[in-house]
Nanobody, 120 residues
Framework: QVQLVESGGGLVQAGGSLRLSCAAS????????MGWFRQAPGKEREFVAG????????RYADAVKGRFTISRDNAKSTVYLQTNSLKPEDTAVYYC?????????????WGQGTQVTVSS
């Protein structure tokens, strides 16, 4: 079974950028759809972005469209989330998930999360 480890979070000023990474081990990485979700204090976990196993299909939440980009490198078993023009409301713990469908948000494996804090 695939195991996921996120990294790349941190403290950044509004308008800044961060590149989040999620390294996978175990399983066949290219067979998994991958997604990024986030959870802010006191709020439910919400979808951010998803990508198909080949990388040809992607989708984004409206709140991040045009600012965030999801990508993957199957040779490195890693999925990325490039976050640009960050806003204080992007502050959250960011989790990556692995599953069978990026389009229907069907994920059943999760990493431990990485904290992103955006200061105003």
């Amino acid at each position: 079974q695939v195991q996921l480890v996120e990294s790349g979070g941190g403290l950044v000023q509004a308008g800044g950028s961060l590149r989040l990474s999620c390294a996978a081990s175990g399983g066949t990485f290219s067979s998994y759809a991958m997604g990024w979700f986030r959870q802010a204090p006191g709020k439910e976990r919400e979808f951010v972005a998803g990508i198909s196993g080949t990388g040809r299909g992607t989708r984004y939440a409206d709140a991040v469209k045009g600012r965030f980009t999801i990508s993957r490198d199957n040779a490195k078993s890693t999925v990325y989330l490039q976050t640009n023009s960050l806003k204080p409301e992007d502050t959250a713990v960011y989790y990556c998930g692995a599953g069978i469908s990026y389009w229907n948000n069907q994920y059943d494996r999760w990493g431990q999360g990485t904290q992103v804090t955006v200061s105003s």
